[in-house]
């Protein structure tokens, strides 16, 4: 994840506006992991991910495609549909000043 923006929101105390490049390479999948009490939202710049949130089904996006993560959601799969393309995602997080973006879940 390459930050491109990080700032306070000036009329909202305690959050902070966090804009991010998320480079998948071919065929690699995230560890499942949450995004704390962070809202999200995600546009796919390039490529095609699949993506799964607890208790949704596995959706697929394609360039152009986004979705939103409410805060708390237990993100359960993240991943380059392709073998041989990357995919880029923008990710937008609104979150608590000084808050971890991403806990990834322990080993198992």
Same mark, same amino acid.
């Given at each position: 994840?390459? #930050?491109?923006?990080?700032? $306070?929101? %000036?009329?909202?105390? @305690?959050?902070? /506006?966090?804009? !991010?490049? =998320?480079?998948? #390479?071919?065929?690699?999948? $995230?560890? %499942?992991?949450?995004? @704390?009490?962070? /809202?999200?939202? !995600?546009? =796919?710049?390039?490529?095609?991910?699949?993506?799964?949130?607890?208790?949704?089904?596995?959706?697929?996006?394609?360039?152009?495609?986004?979705?939103?993560?409410?805060?708390?959601?237990?993100?359960?799969?993240?991943?380059?549909?392709?073998?041989?393309?990357?995919?880029?995602?923008?990710?937008?997080?609104?979150?608590?000043?000084?808050?971890?973006?991403?806990?990834?879940?322990?080993?198992?």
């Amino acid at each position: 994840m390459t #930050p491109l923006l990080e700032q $306070a929101l %000036p009329n909202v105390k @305690g959050k902070r /506006f966090t804009s !991010a490049i =998320v480079d998948f #390479p071919p065929n690699a999948r $995230a560890v %499942p992991h949450r995004h @704390g009490s962070a /809202f999200v939202y !995600a546009y =796919v710049l390039q490529g095609t991910v699949r993506s799964r949130l607890a208790g949704g089904p596995v959706r697929t996006y394609h360039q152009g495609q986004n979705w939103v993560e409410q805060p708390g959601a237990h993100h359960l799969l993240t991943e380059n549909t392709s073998r041989t393309k990357p995919a880029k995602l923008l990710v937008i997080f609104i979150s608590n000043t000084g808050e971890k973006l991403k806990v990834d879940d322990p080993p198992r």
